[in-house]
DNA sequence: CGTATAATTGACGACGGTCAAGCAAGGTGG
DNA sequence: CCACCTTGCTTGACCGTCGTCAATTATACG
């Protein structure tokens, strides 16, 4: 339970981005009765249809929110990074509509939905950081609606990478420009709704046009203002508070 | 503002789909000082960038949400019809990423965050229940990005309609499998990633499968199961409690 | 009546999917 | 240490869904 406090960095990191959390309100966070587990890749943390009665926290590695279609095709609503806490809303919608999986081992944290509750009638400023950030999400899917709707196949793509590259700083884990991306092609596929062919095809065109570099799970943004251009990404969707957290470091 | 009481009879009749509301508590929303304005068509509320100091209800006529792309093109990512607070959302985030704007001509009700702010901390179970309302737009959001980045055309705008009619139905504004349907093709193709040349012929092929009926702005659903199934959709995402909503009526 | 909006139809082309094969890298077991 | 297998990336050929462009036909409105 020691490394809970670390653990949890993230996360009071990206609830300080609205205002500074009292002491008292960082050692509730801090106490909270969080069991923690490791979880390979690949596999599910809750289901479709379940109905769980705690909160899982992402302490490190990455997850995705997804849906299967009637024909078996993946959707992946969201990716999740150390920080986030994906089934926030699940504290007051029974049942979950989606499934939460890994991409890459994670170490999670669980937290009665009881003891959320408590910390939340308790301080309220909190509840309302919590509350603001499933709305934060809600403007996320927003904002992947219009991709997936609207942009050509390698903007879609660009702009999976801008958003990427933006919330890694939020939460301090951005090199610069650089990051962390383990996501395989077919995963981009299934977020943006292109086959892992074409996401194959489209990189390329972004790597040919100079504006990234990705190998070895490490993307590397070569050119920032021209990516952004090129991927029809505004930050404003993100409500970072700190506009700067979106241009390059 | 006598016929406030009766322009918020929608939203009540949704909130109390979570649990019936106090004599009390039906009060002060009854009592909320409400400023009502008439709203042409295609006119918008508030746009991308406001930074709102009331929310805005729906009480009549039917409105969106949408983003334009970089290329100018319009996505809509959710509709809204009377009971919905379509910003509700700008009482915690400052800035708008969206634009809202009417359909067919709106009764709109606009009450100072100040009073919905007053109403939560007075009321927590009102806050809980309006928390757990964009809960359930977020929930909508999720299922779009699916919608259009996995479906085929003619099973995205199903799916819409399936959307559509269950919706109506917690509103108590549909009859039967017969809803008012005041969407034009461009604007369904807006809210799918469609062409409104390739919206009309998916809408015709559903007529052809004899799953919808469609003209003056009627839509009547001819056969309730073949149209779920053709369309991919559980109902399961819009919370509704009461699953025999979303069933034939 | 003339005009604007919406629905419809046809012809053509492109973006992106499917199928299939080849290649590279990492892990495992004999 | 190397054969083997799995996973992910890459490339090519072909095809279909869907977009674009353009013209025609309602329908409503002033």
Redesign the interface.
């Known amino acids: 339970l020691s490394d809970w406090n670390s653990a949890v960095a993230p996360l009071i990191m990206k609830l300080e981005r609205v205002f500074a959390l009292s002491a008292d309100e960082r050692q509730a966070i801090l106490s909270l009765p969080a069991r923690m587990t490791d979880i390979k890749a690949d596999q599910d943390i809750v289901r479709?249809?379940d109905r769980p009665s705690r909160s899982c926290f992402i302490l490190d590695g990455m997850a995705c929110?997804y849906?299967i279609?009637?024909?078996g095709?993946r959707?992946i609503?969201?990716f999740h990074i150390p920080g986030d806490v994906p089934d926030l809303?699940s504290i007051?919608?029974?049942?979950l509509?989606?499934s939460i999986g890994t991409i890459t081992p994670c170490r999670v944290g669980f937290v009665p939905h009881e003891a959320m509750r408590e910390l939340c009638a308790k301080y309220s400023r909190i509840a309302?950081a919590l509350?603001?950030e499933?709305?934060?999400?809600?403007?996320i899917?927003?904002?992947?609606?219009?991709n997936?709707?609207?942009?050509p196949a390698p903007s879609r793509i660009a702009h999976l990478m801008c958003e990427f590259v933006a919330r890694f700083r939020v939460v301090g884990l951005a090199d610069g420009n650089t990051i962390q991306f383990p996501i395989t092609q077919s995963e981009i596929g299934d977020a943006?709704?292109l086959s892992n062919v074409h996401v194959n095809r489209s990189i390329q065109a972004l790597r040919k046009q100079g504006l990234i570099s990705l190998q070895d799970s490490t993307l590397m943004v070569l050119d920032w203002e021209r990516l952004c251009e090129f991927a029809?990404f505004d930050p404003?969707?993100l409500?970072l508070r700190d506009e700067t957290l979106a241009v390059a470091g």
């Open positions: 479709l249809g929110t849906k279609s009637g024909e095709k959707q609503v969201n809303q007051y919608l029974g049942v509509d989606v309302g509350w603001r499933t709305l934060i999400d809600a403007a899917f927003r904002e992947w609606i219009t997936v709707g609207q942009r943006t709704g029809d404003i969707y409500h």
